[in-house]
């Protein structure tokens, strides 16, 4: 079995026991540059799932490729690609999340649709049959932000500023006060001023309308940042601040910017994944580093990428497969910059590999490529940002 299987095997049997118990042209990342304006596909939105990728065009069509073994490239069947294909003919997408092998994604008229692996209900369509094409959530038309995790569940908020959740929930990762699974989307208490969910591996956290942090579920090395590792089994509140800005949990991490621009992670740090110089864990949100320039961020599996306002890009943490995009397969325990580009737009990653999309709209993927997650062709692994 290739090391690529045995290490993602590895690292999903850890998981769970965590859970139990608590395209067509060549590289040109060599000099890191792209024209401005250059020829090619337009996008808009990127999202890394565990070994596939999606992403929105301008024109508002779908496309995704990389491993398809549930069917969480919504292409009809469990044949994996190589490079982006479209999904279906609609030209109306608007946001969309990758997860370990689910995808789920809104569309302009707000509705929610959901496809791939399907065992804890996290498509939300009240059975736990695999879909293999983008099916409909409901009925509702109020979905507005939406997050599918890389441990089997979903959550998302409507218009209204509600809160949402379904799916695995064997760590109260739904917030619901149980852990009990859900098939369909159940709201989580009545509070109507939620702003955005992000679902991590077995932990969620969401910020609301008044800029607090609330976290819940598994915690065993602190990544719900509330001192300690208790886990939780309602939305709790993150400390008093109110100045959180975007966040990301990766598996058992988070990281979070606030509204003056500094960076803050918590939580596992086995590989240097909280940027904080060492590999120690922290149970509460601290500094990375002093500086207040801090834009966009993204975290992976053990591994995170952000953008600053100068639009450069840094990564940290794990690098086994390249996808730090430093060139080599060194971990690193502090941000350290990709390339000396300045046109880092946005950034997303995931288990083993990153993508990130810049300022001229280009998409540049790299890291792990086993399953042709890159959309580059092939599955050779790039340790530098190649252009899709």
Known sequence: MSRRIGFAIATFVAAVVGLLVGLSGPSRAGTGGVANGSTGPVWVAVSAGSFYTCGIRRDRTL??????????????????????????????????????????????DRTLWCWGWNAYGQLGLGDTTVRLIPTQVGTDTGWAHLSAGAGAHTCATRTDHTLWCWGYNRNGQLGLGDTSDRLIPTQVGTDTNWAHPWAGGVHTCATRTDHTLWCWGWNHYGQLGLGDTTKRLTPTQVGTDTDWAYLQPGDWHTCATRTDHTLWCWGYNIHGELGLGDTTKRTTPTEVGTSTDWARLTAGSFHNCATRTDHTLWCWGQNTFGELGLGDDTHRLTPTQVGTDTGWARVDGSYHHTCAIRTDHTLWCWGDNYNGQLGLGDTTDRLVPTRV
């Open 63 to 108: 496309w995704c490729w990389g491993n398809n073994s549930s069917g969480q490239l919504g292409l009809g069947d469990t044949t994996d690609r190589w490079t982006p294909t479209q999904v279906g003919t609609e030209t109306d997408w608007a946001h969309l999340r990758a997860g370990s092998d689910h995808t789920c994604a809104t569309r302009t």
